[in-house]
């Protein structure tokens, strides 16, 4: 009999976890919904700044800036930004990218360029806080929904380190959500900025994970802002003085839109198949507390069955 009720409440305790289960599912897909619809909102703005900054670095006055955001320079100090969830029930999401960063840190062994680590995020705060290279706590609340502030935070703290000549290349690295079911880390250079050898407006462009820039020329979008482009005031370095950060800012929000589709979108995931695999312990269980239950039945009728006998 206590074997009975130890089963029962096994049952009762996996039921309930199962229950829990499917509403964090639930959960994860409404937030998956509503981020995917942010970054639908996004996505214009982000295009457009990509082509306006491209039109501009692309004209005669534009090539023959002097930017800091732009200019190349010998490399001793290397900047990674890594972008990590606070939260945890996302599968492998965070362990995969962190394994990249390892791997990545041991490629560079014995490399003359230094690399700090510029943490956001409680799981990859947590996990570096040992780590071999110079790491920095730098967290933001990620809560939904994110602001532009929060991205021009990071960008902001980025670029005084670049212009003060403290870092000399910055990188970010974060889970990028290839599909529903595929989230892959991914390396994404930021600072300095570089043409990219694709047409803007393309969806290689657009993607957070490839280069800063796109190839002039080629789509309606920055022709038609070429053809307009043609008078700078008050200059065409205080413009890119306020626009480049600007256009940093846009990836980066972008960019933690994505970590965040990866993050819900793994979190949905895993508790699917969480649900599922207490659904299939519910029914082995429960066939151990009927088989149990009816060998006891058997084991009691066979007792009445011996005394009737023996009474005869």
Known sequence: MNNLRQIKGRLR????NKQILSAMKMVSAVKLRRIQAVVQVSRPYAQRLEALVQTLLDMPEGRALQHPFLSRRSVSRILWVV?????G???????NLFRFIQQALRERAGAKSAVALLLIGRKACDFFKRAQAMATDFRIAQAYPLEEAQAEIIVRQVCDLYRKGQVDQVDLFYAQCKSTLQQIPAKVPLLPMAPAAYPPGSAEALSPGRGALAEPGRLGMADGLQKRAGLFEPSLGTIADDLLPRYLASRVRQILFEEQVAEHSARMIMMDQASKNAADMIGQIQLDYNTLRQGMITRELADITTGVEAMA
């Open 13 to 16: 305790s996996i039921r309930k």
């Open 89 to 95: 029930l996302c599968g492998s999401l965070n362990t």
């Open 83 to 87: 972008i990590s969830t606070d939260r």
